[in-house]
């Protein structure tokens, strides 16, 4: 199938190039003639494990072009894919500014029957606003269909979530477009689910904001835990093995962060009070993991006062592993409150170091963990890259002026650190010291 892709973002890019090693015709189009230029020249705009392979191989054989010109890719195509930023507004309402854009342009430069399918994450609703954005902006009546396609891929397993989805939801107003969609999904053979366009877009907000609501509460378990000297790594084993409940997203830590749960959920909140509910657990949900860091830095406070020219080496950037996205991540909260109190921060990521750059401009980068950790009072594990599991320990205690360490993600054994030499504090756990 001939197939536009509007956005060359995390969402796609990964899209297009997948479908295009599914065999499929892709033009992918950005506004932004820099990235177009970049990904002309084989390069990759953004980190993500596969990608740079994929595209490669697929521009090879011819099956994936980039271009600035929507029109030219509109005009080819049989289904057009927006998947541009939605990103919050000051109130948390959804800025659905690109996806209006896009579709006023869709709309001018359509000349026969096309499919234009929302896979941006936008509210209920939006498929009857891009509908009507492109209706008033044809220059004369050409026959359309508005799909919602919400996507559940994850920054640092794109490639493979976007190959074996758990699910792809086809929110369609009738069977027919139902049926083309299905027929570009089905070399996947994942589970499909057709719904109309308005449920399929609240399935996303819904998914989203339920894994959210997992994270704020066993996070809510850590601080009680805390509290009453319980150890909330034991309380997860206990309780995620209940089938009912499962072990995904219970991990107690420095909460969510991320291009989507935080502005998802404040959008659904947004969303629910417009149509005059007052979503109160979503509220109650984006407020404990608003407490996250602070608490987190509220730690280091109490171990290392005064903070005030005290040197923190800080491992991991990025909001999560394996992505160089920095969109809400919650080392800017965490090291901007350390340097608000006089800290002095030497920081370490594997990959998100240049777009960190751009954001914490005071901070000192390092080659590596050891180089972050020399002479330092503290040490603060923001982000569990795999690499950190399995650092040298031992070297990175002889490098530290003081061997006080921070565990946001709870990588580590307390019991192990103690024997290591050092003073370990992690989340819903007791500090231990190995004096
Ligand atoms: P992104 O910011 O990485 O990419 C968006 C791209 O759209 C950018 O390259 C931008 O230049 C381009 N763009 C903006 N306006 C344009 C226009 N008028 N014409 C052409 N291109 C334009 O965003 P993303 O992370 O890929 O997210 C895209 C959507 O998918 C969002 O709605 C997001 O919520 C959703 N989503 C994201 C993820 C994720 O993990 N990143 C997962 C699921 C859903």
């Not at 090693?21 to 390069?43: E, H, M, S, T, Y």
């Not at 996806?99 to 939006?126: D, L, R």
């Not at 008033?136 to 559940?152: A, I, K, L, T």
């Not at 066993?218 to 072990?247: F, H, Y």
């Amino acid at each position: 199938m001939n197939i536009c892709v509007v956005g060359t973002g995390y969402v796609g890019l990964v899209t297009g190039a997948v479908f295009a090693d599914l065999g499929n015709d892709v033009v992918c189009v950005d506004n932004q003639p820099d990235k177009i230029a970049l990904l002309q020249a084989g390069r990759m705009p953004i980190y993500e494990p596969g990608l740079e392979e994929m595209v490669a191989r697929n521009v090879a054989d011819g099956r994936l072009a980039f271009t600035t010109d929507l029109t030219g890719a509109v005009r080819r195509s049989l289904i057009v894919f927006i998947t541009v930023g939605t990103p919050p507004k000051a109130d948390g309402q959804t800025d659905l500014s690109a996806v209006e854009a896009v579709a006023k342009e869709i709309g001018q430069a359509m000349e026969k029957y096309t499919v234009i399918v929302n896979k941006s994450t936008v509210p209920v609703g939006t498929g009857d606003f891009v509908r009507e954005v492109i209706e008033q902006s044809q220059r004369s009546p050409v026959p359309f269909d508005v799909v919602s396609n919400p996507e559940f891929l994850r920054e640092g397993s794109a490639i493979e979530d976007t190959l074996r989805p758990d699910r792809i939801v086809i929110g369609a107003p009738n069977q027919q477009v139902a049926m083309t969609l299905l027929e570009l999904y089905a070399p996947l053979e994942r589970p499909m689910i057709i719904t109309d366009v308005p449920s399929a877009e609240m399935i996303k907000y819904a998914s989203n904001a339920f894994l959210a609501t997992k994270i704020s509460f066993i996070n809510a378990i850590a601080n009680m835990c805390e509290l009453a000297g319980a150890d909330v790594s034991q309380v997860i084993k206990g309780v995620g093995l209940d089938a009912r409940i499962g072990p995904a997203f219970l991990q107690a830590g420095l909460g969510y962060g991320g291009s989507c749960f935080p502005k998802d959920t404040e959008s659904l909140v947004h969303t629910a009070s417009s149509l005059g509910y007052d979503f109160k657990l979503l509220r109650a949900v984006i407020e404990v993991n608003r407490e996250r860091a602070p608490h987190f830095v509220g730690k280091l406070e109490k171990a290392l006062a005064p903070l005030d020219d005290k040197v923190i080496a800080v491992l991991g950037l990025a909001f999560k592993p394996n992505t160089d996205d920095m969109r809400e991540a919650k080392s800017i909260e965490v090291i901007t409150r350390l340097l608000e109190l006089g800290a002095r921060v030497r920081a370490y990521d594997p990959v998100a170091m240049p777009n960190a750059r751009k954001i914490l401009p005071a901070v000192v980068y390092c080659d590596s963990p050891y180089e972050a950790a020399a002479g330092a009072d503290g040490l603060a594990l923001v982000t569990e890259w795999n690499e950190f599991k399995f650092l040298n320990l031992e070297r990175v205690r002889a490098l530290m002026r003081r061997p006080v360490v921070f565990d946001g993600r709870n990588i580590w054994e307390p019991e192990r650190m103690r024997r290591l030499g050092f003073e370990y504090h992690s989340i819903g756990r007791r500090p231990v010291s190995s004096s």
